[in-house]
């Protein structure tokens, strides 16, 4: 029997299994993904991130940590699979569907008095279905305490996983106070920082908290750069300006808010409060809005040229990674790719192949190539490479910096 069961090795199951397993814990990891399951297990990853491959690696060869494509014995069951939403007739829904089925997955195996942990962001009250849902599928007569459920919120950033695994406070929510306590026992044999206990509500409520806080102040800061233009003012010397009050700290504007995580975890608290959400909903729209904002930008400083060559800097959703899903910055390049009467370089460091979307619309071309041929500049995403290039270059091209890095 194992240690640790975790169902869903994306992003946040497969280090959080690993690091487990390097700590002594037997695990086992699971995937509906047979590729998935077979490369874990040849101590490869199929994701990038930073260091992951080193900690898996590590993990395999312990003996500690296997993948399997169907849910094996364990004493605690993590679930972290993907929590998507869904556009409805009634409007933007939560999807519960692959936690769901986590839960039938385990029902099988799941033993009175294992502990089931959910890792993945979900609305309030997810832990609670959990747990019905689990009883509705054990045909036979459990009781809701034969089981310990708890929520523990993942909270590392994209980029620098594998050190805010360890040095992040985490947020245990247990459905009972025995659920936390076990929970937080399991959790300190990696975490090196503070565990607060809490009620399943509160754990669930407070990542989505954090997310849309964070939506929010960018969506201020989104919609100070859009003002700004307006009103000539250099958007990134008055952030830099106002942040210096004590007790002022507004975040970055940007080109869009992309990424799986704060696009839309705010919506999962509209959804559940749709008429008193109204900050938290208009900070979406406001977010949501801007990459039309640059396209329309680029294709206005655009209309002056006949036939100009557009060189667009970035496709990731965010400043050095390479994760292009859900970003703001490749849903531009491919408008303008569409609408622009002209040619399209795209340059994103960390790709060799663009995206089948833009495949026979844009170029991929290096940094250098890039500036040297176009006529437009168009920053995207503040990758540490685009910080180099010359002022000198810059100041013989048309350039819209989304960024502020050239500021
Ligand atoms: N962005 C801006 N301006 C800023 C900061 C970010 O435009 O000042 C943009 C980024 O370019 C990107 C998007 O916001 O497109 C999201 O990037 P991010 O770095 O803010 O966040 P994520 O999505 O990579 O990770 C977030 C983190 N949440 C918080 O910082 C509150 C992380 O800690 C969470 O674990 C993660 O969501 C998650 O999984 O929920």
Same mark, same amino acid.
């Given at each position: ?49 930073? /260091?992951? /491959? ?6 395999? %060869? ?14 605690? !069951? ?6 998507? !939403? ?27 008095? =294992? ?62 106070? %025995? #659920? ?39 969506? !201020?800061? *989104? ?19 106002? *942040? ?20 839309? =975890? ?29 396209? =329309? ?21 965010? #400043? ?47 940094? =250098? ?16 490479? !685009? ?21």
């Amino acid at each position: 029997m194992y240690d640790v069961c975790v169902i869903g090795l994306g992003y946040i199951g497969l280090p959080t299994a690993s690091i487990f397993a390097t700590k002594g814990l037997k695990v086992v990891g699971v995937d509906v993904s047979a590729h998935v399951v077979e490369t874990i297990n040849k101590g490869q990853i199929h994701i990038h991130e930073p /260091d992951l /491959d080193i900690l898996v690696k590590a993990a395999v %060869q312990s003996g500690n940590l296997c993948a399997k494509i169907k849910p094996e014995p364990a004493s605690t !069951f993590i679930i972290a699979v993907p929590t998507p !939403f869904l556009e409805s007739d009634e409007g933007l829904k939560p999807d519960l569907s692959y936690i769901q089925s986590a839960i039938r997955s385990i029902a099988p195996v799941v033993k009175k008095g =294992d502990l089931i942990i959910l890792e993945s962001t979900s609305p309030v009250g997810t832990t609670e279905l959990m747990c019905q849902w689990l009883l509705e599928e054990l045909n036979d007569p459990a009781q809701s305490d034969d089981f310990l459920f708890a929520h523990c919120p993942e909270r590392i950033l994209p980029g620098q996983m594998l050190k805010e695994l360890v040095s992040n406070d985490r947020i245990i929510g247990g459905l009972t106070p %025995q #659920a936390s306590e076990q929970a937080k026992t399991l959790y300190e044999s990696f975490c090196s920082a503070e565990i607060f206990l809490t009620d399943a509500r509160t754990a669930e409520m407070a990542k989505l908290t954090e997310n849309s806080f964070r939506d929010v102040n960018i969506a !201020f800061a *989104n919609e100070l750069s859009i003002l700004c233009e307006d009103l000539s003012v250099d958007v990134w010397e008055l952030i830099r300006l106002a *942040n210096r009050h004590p007790r002022v700290k507004i975040l970055q504007p940007g080109p869009g808010v992309g990424g799986h995580c704060i696009a839309v =975890d705010p919506w999962f608290i509209v959804a559940a409060c749709p008429d008193k959400a109204r900050l938290i909903k208009t900070a979406r729209q406001v977010n949501d809005s801007k990459p039309k904002y640059v396209v =329309d930008q680029v294709l206005e400083r655009a209309s002056r040229f006949k036939n100009p060559v557009v060189a667009c800097l970035g496709l990731a959703f965010k #400043a050095d990674v390479d994760d292009l899903r859900e970003s703001p910055a490749r849903w531009i390049v491919e408008q303008l790719a569409e609408q622009l009467e002209g040619q399209i370089l795209a340059c994103e460091p960390h790709i060799t192949a663009l995206p089948k979307q833009l495949e026979g619309k844009a170029t991929l071309v290096s940094t =250098d190539e890039a500036i040297k041929r176009a006529d437009i500049i168009v920053l995207l995403v503040d990758h540490k490479p !685009f910080k180099k290039i010359p002022k000198r270059v810059l100041n013989e091209r048309v350039v819209i910096d989304t960024r502020g890095i050239w500021s």
